[in-house]
């Protein structure tokens, strides 16, 4: 994520506060009979969230979706939408019940493995708690399949925040980090759940559809409209999902290595924008240089004017039509923005935070990164803009938490204070085995779920140099700043 100066920050707050609209439960198929404890286990539900520092109840608990199946049917101007969510998943638990997260739907229909399941509808953390109660209980490593049909409007109130971002021609696009993706169907919607999906978005005549992965095949319908199919074979977190449907032109490219890319622009801006998305292969080839190879098989950027900021969707980045003018002098400076989300499909999106707390392990590298890149280009200065965040960083350890321990998403501990962590460990261990560290990262740990504490032991073991489990302790961890490395005139503001 990347946020404009004029953009409010409060748009990040998007857990917690938000009470569910729903009164009393809505019920659906009654729930089966105590036939329950099979082979002599007392199966229990699953828990209701998965205890994430700053979303409690985010998730669910007793299970591991493999793959989501998502069919979505949207008709513009009118935002009516009909959708089918098909979850391929493991019991880790003998289950008698387990929650999805939604909000904003009509529930039409929940079956676990083809039968008719029992479900309820109740007030969560930011949005509803769907309960499945399957006709018989589910035992532990089970594989099922559940099914969930439901139906709404894409601007129909809900209970917390949305995920929807509504464009000028009538259509749609998902911006649904953190904890929005439940506003387009039901799922578990927290990033340790990472799983593999395929897409079938219909789009009416005049418009296109997008969605992570790869474009497999369309096909028409009697009226006229298309059903886009689309996968994504590496495991994505329901926060990066990229689906929309809009008035938009198809522009495709390759990197110099010929990785494909397939970037949506509004229609009739093909002109302006192409230029601008030709940049990637050149973004691409600076970041491959430093990370290894991109961890996708097609990239792109979606730009659409329905969205304000920048948002690092898997596969497809999504950009607010408002970022790409040139500065007062001419130069094209969004396009460290362009770099920021395009080092999230490493940090971030193959490589995941295991909870919202460690959202810094994604900023952190974007600013550095987008920093760097500026400064090569002659834009910026890297070593003043990190002294400029030093100074301010104590004030905000006090107020809003250290790097490593934020007490909300999306605040500057977490940008630039992350990459501030980033700095002090280049000018501790040097430019080469910093270069080291960070390559490794994702090659280790691509399409997994990781801490700050991994981080820790993952630059020891590079390094060999067991003084930086102090030394990143403190500057993740810490109340105050620690001095930074090679400048003893850093001072914090008082
Ligand atoms: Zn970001």
Not at 195 to 209: I, K, N, R
Request: aromatic content about 10%; some cysteine.
């Amino acid at each position: 994520m990347n946020r404009r100066p004029t953009s409010r920050r409060s748009a990040l707050r998007l857990g917690g506060t938000a009470l569910a609209a729903a009164g009393a439960p809505v019920l659906g198929v009654p729930a089966p009979g105590p036939s329950a404890e099979a082979a002599g286990r007392r199966p229990a539900p699953g828990s209701p969230g998965l205890g994430d520092p700053l979303f409690p109840t985010l998730g669910n608990g007793g299970y591991q979706v493999a793959h989501y199946d998502l069919t979505f049917d949207f008709t513009p101007v009118t935002y009516d939408y009909t959708g089918r969510v098909v979850l391929h998943a493991r019991a880790q638990q003998d289950l008698s019940a387990f929650n999805l997260d939604t909000d904003g739907h009509t529930i039409d229909s929940v079956t676990v493995d083809g039968r008719a399941a029992g479900w309820a509808l109740s007030p969560g953390g930011s949005g509803q708690e769907l309960t499945v109660t399957p006709a018989r209980p589910l035992r532990r490593s089970d594989a099922f399949t559940v099914t969930v049909r439901h139906h709404g409007n894409g601007k129909a109130p809900r209970s917390g925040l949305t995920g929807w971002r509504f464009g000028s021609d009538g259509g749609f696009a998902c911006a649904a980090q953190a904890s929005r993706a439940d506003t387009f169907f039901p799922c578990n919607d927290h990033p340790s759940d990472k799983a593999t999906w395929t897409f079938h978005l219909s789009a009416p005549e005049g418009y296109v559809a997008a969605a992570n992965g790869e474009l497999l095949r369309r096909t028409r319908r009697a009226d006229g409209s298309t059903v886009w199919h689309f996968a994504l074979r590496e495991r994505m977190a329901t926060e990066l999902v990229g689906i929309a449907v809009v008035r938009g032109t198809y522009l495709y490219g390759s990197s110099h290595r010929g990785l494909p890319l397939r970037h949506i622009v509004p229609r009739g801006q093909e002109d302006r924008y192409r230029p601008v998305v030709d940049r990637t292969a050149d973004h691409l080839a600076w970041l491959e240089a430093k990370f290894g190879r991109y961890p996708f098989s097609v990239y792109g950027c979606h730009i659409y004017d329905g969205h304000s900021d920048a948002l690092e969707n898997q596969t497809l980045s999504l950009f607010s039509t408002d970022w790409f003018t040139p500065d007062a002098a001419g130069r094209p400076r969004y396009e460290t923005t362009m770099v920021h989300e395009l080092v999230h499909q490493w940090y971030g999106d193959s490589v995941t935070p295991a909870d919202w707390q460690q959202a810094w392990l994604n900023e952190g590298p974007a600013v550095h990164y987008a920093a760097l890149y500026g400064e090569e280009r002659g834009w910026s200065v890297l070593d003043d803009k990190m002294r400029a965040a030093y100074a301010g960083l104590d004030k905000i350890r006090a107020q809003d938490g250290p790097p490593g321990r934020p007490r909300e998403l999306g605040g500057t501990n977490i940008y630039d204070g992350g990459a501030l962590v980033l700095y002090a460990l280049r000018l501790r261990i040097g430019d080469k085995r910093f270069a080291r560290v960070m390559r490794l990262w994702p090659e280790r740990f691509k399409d997994r779920n990781v801490t700050s504490e991994d981080f820790i032991r993952h630059a020891v073991r590079v390094t060999g140099d067991r003084s930086l489990h102090g030394f990143l302790r403190d500057w993740l961890f810490g109340a105050v700043n620690p001095p930074m490395p090679g400048r003893p005139d850093w001072r914090a503001d008082t």
